[in-house]
């Protein structure tokens, strides 16, 4: 069994600063990518925030360039979303994601339970 847990969800003012963390457990050979996604509103559409690869390769979402920064320790099986410059339009509930390869050499995806990010004064 796979498990993702997030963790770092909070309220905090605009232009304020969090970090998001989630660490996979389990019988795991190999975490491919690991990426973050968020939904603004229940029934709005999930949102790709970042994604980074084994390799360490980043990619973000238009509106969260150069604002936030996604990381990865692969000994550890965390990934880190560190968010700077929140906007009021960044509050959603926010998910981690990992494409993991099991015991039988397939690859599977998993997702976290959510954690809210709420920015507001």
């Known amino acids: 069994q796979v498990q993702l847990v997030e963790s770092g969800g909070d309220l905090v003012q605009p232009g304020g600063s969090m970090t998001l963390s989630c660490a996979a457990s389990g019988t795991i050979v190999r975490i491919s990518r690991m990426a973050w996604y968020r939904r603004q509103t229940p029934g709005k559409q999930l949102e790709l925030v970042a994604?980074?690869?084994?390799?360490?390769?980043?990619e973000y979402a238009d509106s969260v360039k150069g604002r936030f920064a996604i990381s990865r320790d692969s000994a550890k099986m965390t990934v880190d979303l560190r968010m700077n410059s929140l906007k009021p339009e960044d509050t959603a509930v926010y998910y981690c994601?990992?494409?993991?390869?099991?015991?039988?050499?397939?690859?599977?995806?998993?997702w976290g339970r959510g954690t809210q990010v709420t920015v507001s004064s």
């Open positions: 994604t980074i690869t084994d390799g360490e390769i980043p």
């Open positions: 994601n990992a494409r993991i390869q099991r015991g039988n050499l397939r690859e599977y995806e998993y």
